[in-house]
């Protein structure tokens, strides 16, 4: 049976703040895309589904640096994501379509908010 590990290391700072995000895995060690060495981020966010208590635990993380119109790229490109998701997992196309339509309005929000504020 082949194994493959991510390993996640978050560097805090004295108030155990979010500093340096890194990240590797061992699938991506000979892939000359990703190359040998961690990558780095900004934000991540991590979920697990519980079996027995029925529910998601959620490590969501982001650093100092990360700014506030990209964090709300990066929350909508998860939305997006766990639509597609949905639409593999479940073959519920309804609730992946209602989840990408909130994408685009999400989209819209934050290109009106840097318009307004730009």
């Known amino acids: 049976m082949k194994k493959s590990e991510i390993n996640i290391t978050v560097t805090l700072d004295d108030a155990n703040v ?3 995000i890194t990240w590797n895995a061992t699938d991506t ?3 000359p895309e990703v190359g040998n060495g961690p ?3 900004k934000a ?3 979920s697990f589904w519980d079996d027995q208590q029925k529910n998601t635990l959620r490590i969501d993380l982001w650093t100092k640096e990360m700014p506030v119109n990209e964090m709300k790229r990066f929350c909508i490109d998860a939305i997006g994501g766990l639509a ?3 639409l593999n997992a479940t073959g519920d196309a309804f609730m992946a379509q209602e989840m990408s339509e909130l ?3 999400l989209v819209q929000h934050v290109e009106s908010e840097l318009k307004s504020n730009g």
């Open 103 to 105: 994408c685009d309005r």
């Open 39 to 41: 990558s780095q981020s």
């Open 84 to 86: 597609q998701t949905t």
């Open 29 to 31: 060690q000979d892939d």
């Open 44 to 46: 991540m966010s991590l």
């Open 18 to 20: 979010p500093e340096q």
